[in-house]
């Protein structure tokens, strides 16, 4: 079983799990920062990754998430195969530009569930342990 453990980085001030993982697009992986959320469902990253990736919103499923206001907001939905350190899974990944820019979220759909998570607050780290086999070459 592998384990990768991530110190928090600085995020608005603060220190916060804002990780580095790999996603794979466009034949290659690429480096992106995420926040890792236990409250999210799932994870949700910017449009504009999407278009770094080679992911076309238009081939992906769509659904709508209501904010404040009844404001339906959009959500573009695929699978894209992940590194967390060594550790290669597919999981599913909204791409949404009306909920901000300022960070793409890492959620547990599709990730928590290949790994053991542990958020140490009191030590400004979370650890990814895998739970076993590889999951995607990618």
């Known amino acids: 079983m592998a384990s990768h453990r991530f110190d928090y980085s600085v995020f608005h001030d603060a220190k916060a799990p804002v990780i580095p993982i790999e996603v794979w697009g466009k034949g290659r992986w690429h480096n992106l920062w995420v926040y ?3 409250g999210a469902s799932f994870s949700v990253f910017h449009t504009y990754e999407a ?3 080679g992911v076309r919103l238009s081939e992906c499923r769509r659904f709508f998430i209501v ?4 404001r339906r907001i ?3 939905v695929t699978h ?3 590194k967390i350190g060594t550790s290669r899974f ?10 901000g ?8 759909n599709g990730v928590f569930n290949h790994f053991c998570v542990c958020l140490d607050d009191r030590n400004e780290t979370v650890t990814f342990t ?4 590889e999951r995607s070459r990618g």
């Open 90 to 99: 597919r999981a599913e990944v909204g791409f949404c530009k009306a909920l």
């Open 130 to 133: 895998d739970h076993g086999k």
């Open 74 to 76: 959009p959500v573009y």
């Open 101 to 108: 820019g300022a960070f793409n979220l890492l959620g547990r």
């Open 36 to 38: 890792v959320d236990s």
């Open 51 to 53: 278009k770094r990736l």
């Open 80 to 82: 894209l195969a992940m």
């Open 67 to 70: 904010s404040a206001g009844d």
